[in-house]
């Protein structure tokens, strides 16, 4: 029999050795790297340093002034129906084995998905000014 239909136990402790020893270099080379530049760099205090940095624009007014909470719906609901659409791609790789079954779920799937669609529209959340 040829060396390379030799049985091989893949479950065992030792096969797993080398991603440790990679997991703990990582960790202690990452950890010196910060510790070290936070122990040698150096450390000079001055005004300018200490002043946050916008991107060389001067700073105008406190930058904790309320924001529009339509923003952030708009954001979430962005975030929520591209996620939903992300959802599509296994049915559009696997559409010819999953038959009618997972054609019907689809169409179930995207029935709900403009359900909430036409609730939030009607709510008025898509509504920029009020």
């Known amino acids: 029999m040829p060396f390379f239909f030799l049985e091989v136990d893949v479950n065992n402790a030792e096969n797993y050795l080398p991603i440790v020893l990679q997991l703990i270099f990582a960790l202690g080379l990452v950890s010196v790297m910060i510790f070290g530049?936070?122990?040698l760099g150096p450390k000079r205090k001055t005004s300018d340093k200490l002043q946050n940095f916008e991107s060389g624009v001067e700073i105008k007014?406190?930058?904790r002034q309320p924001m529009a909470i339509k923003?952030?719906?708009i954001a979430i609901l962005f975030v929520l129906f591209d996620v939903e659409v992300i959802f599509f791609y296994p049915y559009a790789v696997n559409f010819r084995e999953l038959g009618w079954e997972g054609f019907i779920a689809v169409v179930l799937f995207v029935g709900l998905f403009l359900a909430g669609f036409t609730y939030i529209f009607k709510k008025g959340a898509m509504k920029w000014e009020e």
């Open 37 to 39: 530049s936070d122990k």
């Open 61 to 63: 007014g406190n930058a």
């Open 71 to 73: 923003y952030f719906l």
